[in-house]
């Protein structure tokens, strides 16, 4: 209630707050509704509940440039990408578990409704759930930095974000990307990493951006003998830490 009078306030932060301030769907969609006028907006969503005349009224925020939204386990965040409409935002940041394995498409319906020019979007820990990833890329041209950890990121994807000059600017997914960070993402093949960092870095059509560096973590199929390849791809900076091998003297048995 407090909020309603802090009209100077431009930056917003409600992060791991406890008990009785922990923040639901429906707190979340009334303090935003209250401050149209942020600028950033950092939240951590412990609670899923939401009340239904809460859902209907679309939520303008003009000057909002900045958004993260964290949650906790079987918290479903849609309802606020559904409510708000942000047309300046330039970074976005999603983290948390995903509500169920199913599809998952309130972030391709934000991107196409308030088609905003993002330079910066960060995705964290939905796992395998399917957010129309690629869908949402490519209708974020002007996308810069991509970061995406525990994530499902297969061959298609990557074989996708390849340049080729053959094809007008418009055709290529993400051609103004320079920073690209992969970590915990495990279901493409190496080499066609290696074809489409090539594509980046030595063979980049004069319309895109050359990639400038690359960040791969903790990536199960990329092992050490893979990394001079990756290295040697013409991206200026290539940062690889390779995933420890599993011991096979420990098993889990599940019935």
Not at 149 to 162: K, Q
Not at 187 to 198: E, I, K, R, S
């Amino acid at each position: 209630k407090a909020f309603s009078s802090f009209n100077r306030l431009a930056h917003l932060d409600l992060w791991q707050l406890q008990g009785e301030g922990s923040m639901s769907i429906g707190s979340c969609l009334q303090v935003l509704r209250r401050m149209p006028w942020l600028e950033s907006c950092t939240m951590d969503v412990a609670q899923g509940d939401c009340a239904i005349d809460l859902l209907g009224t679309e939520i303008v925020m003009q000057n909002l440039s900045f958004l993260f939204i964290s949650w906790d386990w079987l918290v479903d965040v849609g309802p606020i990408l559904d409510a708000v409409s942000t047309p300046v935002l330039r970074r976005l940041g999603l983290r948390g578990p995903p509500p169920s394995a199913q599809e998952w498409p309130h972030l391709s319906r934000f991107i196409r409704r308030c088609k905003p020019q993002l330079t910066q979007l960060s995705l964290k820990e939905i796992g395998f759930t399917d957010i129309h990833l690629l869908e949402c890329l490519k209708h974020l041209p002007t996308l810069t930095n991509l970061s995406i950890s525990h994530c499902s990121v297969d061959t298609t994807f990557i074989r996708t974000l390849r340049l080729d000059g053959n094809l007008p600017l418009r055709s290529n997914v993400l051609p103004y990307l320079e920073f690209l960070s992969l970590e915990a993402c495990d279901n493409f093949d190496v080499g066609d990493l290696a074809v489409m960092l090539n594509s980046r870095g030595k063979c980049v059509p004069s319309y895109a951006q050359k990639l400038r560096g690359i960040r791969l973590s903790l990536c199960r199929r990329i092992m050490e003998a893979r990394r001079v390849e990756l290295e040697n791809s013409g991206v200026e900076n290539v940062i690889i830490k390779v995933a420890k091998p599993t011991s096979r003297t420990s098993h889990t048995h599940y019935d």
